[in-house]
């Protein structure tokens, strides 16, 4: 039988998630207390057989208590394979590879770090036979009593050893402002003036990186095969289907040990309360500290096959007029502030003309609403990407 798995795990709880199970030993559960927090390294990469410069992320887990995880910087990171590739660090806590390579068929990776006096590595992984995705399909549909859109994947069948799935999907989509202007206003000499605008402000671009893990075991059936699975599903009142729609779906054939480790967290997860008193023990991934094999380690690092595929479709594709067309921008109050407030939230780029109101004998009373009403780039970008169909 075909075991699919969809764990959705905000990002920001599997942090503080880690944090719960890294105070407690394999035989003992410890109430969690400040006192006895336990510092445990996390380790986030994998190399694929993408032509790209690679990442590694190095934090520490971190205390309930405290604001958020700490990037691990100073760390000497390296890939033993075909070569070694050096990976520096860009940004705290992430290592990028000096070079762009690609991970090749019957070579041996193994992850090395060093930070602190102490050594770390990862068991050899070796890329696995990549499998392309036949077709991402968009479809409309009610889903747990909404209606919307489900993008779903499917695979061609075929005979190999790839029998463990991770997807990723990177969405885009077309919006406008909730305003479309010509004009904005600008202060000259302490005097608001009206002028033309001089940028795109109504038509913009947005991408989102998917926040779920997503896994696919096919290992029990006679063919390496996967059917309609549902990969997101987007609310018909949902700004991201208000004009365009597409999605980037990113498939990696992973080794059985990635997949066991993803599947660990989902099985850890699905406490009511991730902080109860009766969490599970800690469990590792594949890397370990080679003069200390008892330290905790949080991580797995992984070779892996990577195809990508994308799709298309607008919101007249599902739907007719009578749906509404969400913005971005749900609160857009026009007001007219008295004209020293005027000019401080002009010069501060915090609003947009919205009407000049001519006034007899007197100064024009200028409207204006929050930036975001009229200003796309606010929420996006007015750039069109590269690969985008109309």
Known sequence: MKVIKRITINKKLLLLFLLSIAVFSCVEEIPIEPETFEEAIVIEGSITNEEKQHQIKLSKAFKIDTTGPNPLSGASVTVAGDREY??????????????????Q?????????????????????????????????ANRITYEGDDGVAITLNQEST??????????????????????????????????????KTKEEYTCYRTEESQDIILANTNSLSEDNVNNLLLTFINADDPKLARRYSVLVKQYVISRGAYNYYATLEELSGSDNVFSQSQPGYFSGNIENI??????????????????????F?????????????????????????????????????????????????????????????????????????????
């Open 159 to 196: 005979q190999s050893d790839a029998n463990y799935y991770r997807y990723e999907y990177s969405e885009t989509f077309k919006f406008n402002s909730r305003f479309f202007k010509t004009s904005d206003l600008v202060i000259r000499d302490g005097i608001p003036v009206e002028v033309p």
């Open 86 to 103: 050096i990976f520096e660090e860009s940004e705290p806590g992430i290592y990028t590879s000096t070079k762009i390579f690609s991970a």
């Open 291 to 312: 003069n200390n094999p008892d330290e905790k380690i949080i991580g797995f690092f992984d070779v892996s096959s990577v195809s990508t595929k994308r799709t298309f």
């Open 105 to 137: 068929p019957g070579v041996e990776y193994q992850l090395s770090i060093q930070t602190n006096g102490e050594e770390y590595k990862s068991e050899p992984m070796q890329l696995l036979n990549n499998r392309e995705i036949a077709s991402i399909n």
């Open 314 to 390: 607008s919101y007249e594709d599902f739907f007719d007029s009578e749906h509404s067309n969400p913005y971005l921008a749900s609160y857009c109050p026009i007001e007219s502030p008295d004209l020293p407030h005027l000019i401080e939230l002009v010069e501060n780029r915090n609003v947009r003309w919205f009407s000049t109101v001519p006034v007899p004998f007197g100064t024009p009373v200028f409207e204006i609403v929050p930036a975001s009403c009229v200003d796309c780039t606010v929420f996006g970008s007015n750039e069109v990407p590269d690969f985008w169909e109309e």
